[in-house]
């Protein structure tokens, strides 16, 4: 069995997220989630409509913080920190995928990319250099000069997955990256996520309604009614690339 660091890279307690606190309309979604994931791991989180995995994935990313519980995320503990403090943890410990790839129009793949590292003050070459660099990786090296109204949606969500590396984050976080993709681009999206974690060991955490899809990940938890019902490791079940 793959052997992993002690001290999880996620690291949650008794995480519990309620609505409208104090309200007549007052709703809890999440009943006190404890959940570890260790550096290197790739994580499908799965559950149907309705079942918080849209509300954990907030808190994962912090998006949003809990009612109640604790949270660490590579040791910086997200429910005590300020708001400037969140937002450098959203920008240089988690790399984001969502499933409408979030690109900025007339803007060129390559600027895209490198935006992040322009709000963490990276100077313009190497933001240049990292840049070409994973779209390269991506297979989208090509393509780096076009915007995302001249792409298909597979190559934006390339795109997208490049600039989620590029100020090498503790995490990736996909949000259902393949919804918006047919089978065939949908493949390709996952390889990249296969390989990203079989060759550079990235941490990857993917939200995803597809039992499919979750499949193919070492470890599956699956969400129901904003409990965790099931949590197994399916050790050295990977796709060939």
Known sequence: ??????TPLIQMRGI???????CENELEILHGIDLDVYRGEFVAIVGESGSGKSTLMNIIGVLDQPTNGSYFLDGVDVCKAGRDEMSDVRNT???????????????????N??????YAGASRKLREERAAELLEMVGMGQRSGHQP???????????????SLVNDPAILLADEPTGALD?????????????????QGKTIVLITHSRELAAECPRIITLKDGNIIDDHRQE???VSV
């Open 1 to 6: 069995m793959q052997q992993y660091d002690q």
């Open 113 to 118: 990319v490198e935006l992040p590292m322009l």
């Open 149 to 163: 109204s001249e792409l298909s949606g597979g190559q934006k969500q390339r795109v997208a997955i490049a600039r």
């Open 93 to 111: 410990k988690i790399g984001f995928i969502f499933q409408n790839f979030n690109l900025i129009g007339r803007t060129t793949a390559k600027k």
């Open 183 to 199: 089978s065939n681009t949908s493949r390709t999206v996952m390889d990249i996520f296969h390989k990203l974690h079989r060759e």
């Open 236 to 238: 050295g079940h990977y």
């Open 16 to 22: 519990i997220k309620t609505y409208n606190v104090g």
